[in-house]
């Protein structure tokens, strides 16, 4: 009989994990149990809010995001002597904490755009999440996403 792999785990996935300033990272983070937390507008404007205070921080600049009802995808250039863990769990524990709950799933994951990754390509994935999930029939009835491109 085959013998399964384990799963992953949170901790696993922090492993080997570098953090460069000017790198830029796709980062998806998932509410606890996928509960659709930001399904409720105020909700999901309270996480858009954290986003923007890391870029008014100097952490990382954002490129585009969603907020999809139970995660984020969000594309950042890391900024400063800020290390990746420390800009998406301040972005977490902001949103929770102003939510007055504990909302997020230990750990997210992150992969590191190399030089000839298309940026614009990736933006437009993360973006067009609403799309896929069968949320919205065009992307412009979905209120919870931005791109620096527009």
């Not at 792999?5 to 949170?10: N, Q, R």
């Not at 504990?102 to 190399?114: E, P, T, V």
Request: proline share 5%; net charge neutral.
């Amino acid at each position: 009989m085959p013998t399964m792999a384990p799963k992953p785990h949170s901790s696993d996935l922090r492993k080997g994990r570098v953090s460069l300033s000017g790198q830029i990272y796709h980062i998806t983070t998932v509410t606890t149990d996928r509960m659709p937390v930001f399904a409720e507008w105020r909700s999901a404007r309270v996480l858009i809010n954290a986003l923007r205070e890391a870029q008014t921080r100097g952490a990382a600049t954002t490129l585009a995001f969603v907020v999809m009802p139970d995660h984020l995808h969000w594309l950042l250039q890391l900024e400063g002597d800020a290390s990746l863990p420390k800009v998406v769990g301040s972005v977490k524990a902001v949103a929770a904490h102003k939510l007055g709950q504990q909302i997020w799933q230990g750990g997210f994951h992150d992969h590191a755009l190399r030089r000839d990754d298309d940026v614009i390509e990736t933006a437009r994935y993360i973006v067009a999440n609403p799309l896929r999930a069968g949320l919205v029939d065009q992307l412009v009835d979905y209120p919870h996403w931005d791109a620096v491109w527009l």
